[in-house]
């Protein structure tokens, strides 16, 4: 399927679904597939894995409906497939209070997996805000996304964007020297 026919959004309601999202191999091997179709081979490759592994978590995916077989090709009698993302974007469901927010723990995995002399920019800001500013700083962080993502030339080299706006708990333990609000 040609990149302009994908739906925007796959989202994710199934526990098969969330199971195949939830696997940090699996979460890489659609980060390979994002911006153009790939054959095991080359996910293998690209991901680190031998070729039966990657086969092995790419029909996972495809099981899940994530991924897809979008052409063939023979290649000395052997069929090869090339696979793609079913989607531009997966909309993972909420976690629930408590529960692990699996994109983050991706993000942090693959921020820590990123080589240590490459250019990264990180940081944190801890803001107060209205409602409404909260509202438009959370649009306006999406627009920005989506404006690179229009941006994006998959001959160039991988770039991630991670960005979570929320309100942190207001319960626990307080730092010391710091007053309870």
């Given at each position: ?26 979460h890489r091997i659609m980060a390979v597939l994002r911006f153009e ?145």
């Amino acid at each position: 399927m040609p990149a302009d026919d994908l739906p925007e959004t796959f989202h994710v309601t199934t526990d098969e679904q969330l199971r195949a999202v939830s696997n940090l191999t699996r979460h890489r091997i659609m980060a390979v597939l994002r911006f153009e179709p790939a054959t095991i081979t080359q996910i293998a490759a690209r991901v680190g894995l031998a070729k039966g592994s990657s086969s092995y978590h790419v029909r996972l995916l495809e099981r899940a409906g994530l991924v897809e077989v979008v052409r063939t090709r023979k290649v000395r009698g052997v069929t090869e497939r090339y696979y793609a993302m079913t989607a531009r974007t997966i909309e993972l469901p909420d976690p629930g209070e408590g529960a692990p927010d699996l994109l983050m723990r991706h993000a942090v995995a693959d921020l820590e997996a990123s080589p240590a002399d490459g250019a990264r920019q990180v940081g944190m800001a801890h803001l107060r805000l209205t409602d409404e500013q909260f509202a438009e700083l959370g649009a306006r962080l999406e627009a920005l996304a989506d404006e690179y993502r229009k941006l994006s030339d998959p001959a160039l080299p991988d770039t991630s964007l991670v960005f979570a706006l929320f309100h942190p708990a207001t319960s626990g333990p307080t730092v010391a020297g710091e007053a309870a609000e």
